[in-house]
């Protein structure tokens, strides 16, 4: 409590020292807040019925500021920190296993190659039901990495079901587990790449310029931004650059007490001249959206898909000494063009904000939309929040239908593909040993499809009128994709799913001129 009242003394203290140097009614205004702050908090302790959970009242005053102002300011914990960390830097330490809770039970869906759980001798399909002395069936999927993750070098105990086995017990050593951000790289046609990107993280660039190699460096390229929600901005920057000239402006910052920056290419991209298309949607956001922006504004990509989230606000992350930190909006984004790449928002309405966005707020063209010029033919593009893509391309639902809805979110169509791995992943791999194999051969056998019927029965789930022969394909190549990713890593479940139901690629292969 002393050292509370003391902090915020100290700026009470500090702001009273500025207002005595340049006196005004707004910085006056900030010491009257301050102080009322402190004498709430004070009262809190003297007057409340029960101990003051001192932490958390603490962390509650922050959240309630912040919350008022825009929808991306925030507080983050100490235990939030870590995975943030983690996501940002791109590595974490652990055991190495990919995994989802299956029917209460912690269920090993793939293994990082080489990592300390493959060492030991895990396999994909085990069940973990417990990790050291603790039962874990039933646990929280909250808490599942909390356990598995800890210090390098440090051992956890991991007891394991298999098919056809006694429990095994494993010791693992943990070690640095990778997080990559690329998905998938391949040649879609004989002259177009393909490259997914999931987030902007510390080793982003890298991956990227690994990939672009190894596919023998395609002079035409699909960059997938779909669902990728941001994350650091050199990045971003670095991959908007590997496509522009030399000084072209990739970016301006502006804000109230920030000078604007302008960041621009301080090389020649090594893509000057091949032919791109990127692929955005309602979930593509912040450093997606730089990207986007960026080649639409120089006219060097073709944007295809939906309307990007709008995310155009910049965060200082400040620590707070404890190992929290308080995100502050600091400034904003502007596309070298000059567009504001946020979408509108009220202040403090951050439920209304989100909600906008699930029920897909309003991308129509009106005379009120903010008009742009491309900066190199001149061509007329879109403000007002997000990026606008110059070719549209709406979700296709003609084979959705309710009954497919839910074996979606029941899990029904990924428990399926367990079951039938546990029995037939050998045999599955020895008959198809590459990807390319599986790709070309492989459908969704009677037995498999057959199992998926009766499981979604005993969830008392059947199929209205008409439902099978309108969702048969969709649930089959679903079927497929998911196997493919369980067999051969998450690119499998792309290299199924694009050719067949991704609407934005067909057409991006469409307009590269396959």
Not at 159 to 177: N, P, S, W, Y
Not at 234 to 261: H, M, V
Not at 455 to 484: C, D, F, H, N, V
Request: proline share 4%; glycine share 10%.
């Amino acid at each position: 409590m002393k050292r509370l009242v003391a902090t915020l003394l100290f700026a009470v203290l500090t702001v009273g020292a500025v207002c005595a140097q340049q006196p005004s009614t707004r910085q006056m205004e900030a010491v009257r807040q301050l102080q009322k702050l402190m004498q709430a908090y004070r009262n809190l302790e003297r007057y409340y019925l029960d101990s003051l959970d001192h932490e958390g009242v603490t962390d509650g005053a922050i959240k309630g500021m912040l919350s008022t102002l825009d929808p991306h300011s925030s507080y983050i914990s100490r235990e939030e920190m870590e995975s943030v960390e983690a996501s940002i830097e791109g590595e974490f330490s652990g055991v190495g296993i990919e995994y989802q809770l299956v029917r209460d039970t912690i269920c090993v869906m793939g293994l990082i190659p080489g990592g300390p759980a493959e060492r030991v001798g895990i396999e994909a399909g085990d069940r973990i039901v417990g990790i050291d002395t603790l039962q874990v069936v039933g646990i929280a999927q909250s808490r599942v990495p909390k356990l598995l993750r800890g210090e390098r070098g440090t051992k956890v105990e991991l007891e394991v079901v298999r098919r056809g086995a006694e429990r095994l017990r494993f010791t693992v050593l943990r070690d640095k587990i990778p997080l990559t951000t690329l998905d998938a790289a391949y040649m879609a046609s004989e002259r177009v790449g393909y490259i997914k990107l999931n987030r902007f993280g510390r080793t982003t660039m890298t991956e990227f310029l690994e990939a672009y190699n190894r596919l023998g460096r395609p002079r035409r390229l699909i960059l997938d931004l779909r669902g990728n929600g941001g994350g650091l901005l050199d990045q971003a920057l670095k991959l908007a650059e590997f496509f522009l000239p030399k000084g072209s402006l990739l970016l301006t910052t502006e804000g109230r007490n920030e000078e604007p920056r302008r960041y621009y290419a301080r090389q020649d991209g090594e893509l000057l001249a091949g032919r791109i298309a990127v692929l955005i949607d309602e979930s593509s956001a912040s450093a997606s959206e730089i990207v986007a922006g960026a080649l639409q504004d120089w006219d060097r990509a073709t944007i295809v898909g939906r309307t990007s989230f709008g995310k155009g606000l910049v965060q200082r992350q400040i620590p707070l000494g404890d190992g929290s930190a308080m995100r502050v909006t600091s400034s904003r984004y502007l596309t070298p063009s000059g567009r504001i790449i946020q979408r509108p928002y009220n202040k403090g309405d951050q439920r209304g904000y989100y909600l906008d966005h699930l029920r897909g707020y309003s991308d129509s063209i009106t005379d009120a939309t903010p008009r742009y010029r491309s900066l190199e033919k001149g061509r007329t593009i879109y403000g007002g929040g997000g990026i606008r893509p110059d070719v549209r391309v709406e979700s296709d639902t003609t084979e959705i239908s309710t009954y497919y809805a839910h074996l979606v979110r029941r899990g029904i169509l990924q428990q399926s593909v367990s079951d039938h791995l546990d029995r037939e992943r050998k045999t599955l791999l020895a008959d198809y040993p590459a990807l390319s194999d599986f790709l070309v051969r492989y459908t969704p056998s009677e037995q498999l499809v057959d199992a998926l019927k009766a499981a979604a029965e005993r969830q008392q789930i059947t199929p209205e009128e008409g439902a099978w022969t309108r969702s048969e394909r969709l649930i089959k190549t679903q079927l497929k994709a998911l196997m493919a990713q369980r067999l051969y890593g998450v690119e499998g479940f792309y290299r199924v799913i694009n050719p067949s139901y991704n609407e934005s690629y067909i057409k991006a292969l469409e307009l590269l001129g396959e």
